[in-house]
């Protein structure tokens, strides 16, 4: 099923995101839904308070970049209970993001290139492993929302004024996008 994706102004994408344990109720069904709704707005990541659950669940789907990355053929994962616990910060990247949240949004966001992450996937096996490269930034553009923040609140100075304008017309509705969403009324 594809479900609404919720949009700047929302208080679900200001929360932080709970841990939630197998017993969540139709854990599966909801996962599923989340990629045909990833899939149906052409994105690569979606996490549960774009859909608004206050919950640590993340999809990420790379593998429709593998034409240019090919590093990425097959790589279509989910994310529960996700945390990011170090950040390598020895090297940094400045590179265009956008967010179905913040649809017709593209601003230019400097990020770490190495994290390190601690989830469980689907079947709640425990993973504590190092990232890097694009899927690195993809992480931490999608955990972000776990915690409540998206991608404009690593935006300074300048820059940050310079979309004021941007911002107040998603948060009153005015943007147009090919997907279903839901707004603040």
Wanted: proline share 4%; aromatic share 8%.
């Amino acid at each position: 099923m594809i479900l609404p994706i919720y949009t700047l102004g929302q208080p679900v994408l200001r929360k932080m995101a709970e841990d939630i344990t197998p017993e969540y109720p139709n854990l599966k069904e909801l996962i599923q839904n989340m990629y045909d709704t990833l899939d149906r707005s052409e994105g690569i990541g979606l996490a549960a308070p774009q859909i608004g659950l206050a919950i640590r669940l993340v999809v990420i789907n790379l593998d429709i970049l593998s034409e240019d990355m090919p590093e990425y053929k097959g790589y279509i994962h989910t994310f529960i209970n996700a945390h990011i616990v170090e950040y390598d910060d020895t090297e940094k990247d400045v590179s265009e993001e956008g967010c179905l949240s913040l649809p017709g949004l593209h601003e230019k966001v400097t990020r770490p290139t190495r994290i390190r992450v601690q989830y469980m996937d689907e079947n709640f096996v425990e993973h504590d492993e190092w990232v890097g490269g694009y899927l690195a930034r993809v992480m931490q553009h999608e955990f972000d929302h776990l915690d409540g923040k998206v991608f404009t609140d690593h935006i300074m100075g300048i820059r940050k004024q310079m979309i004021k304008g941007k911002l107040n017309s998603l948060l009153k509705g005015n943007f147009s996008c090919n997907y279903k969403v839901k707004v603040r009324k």
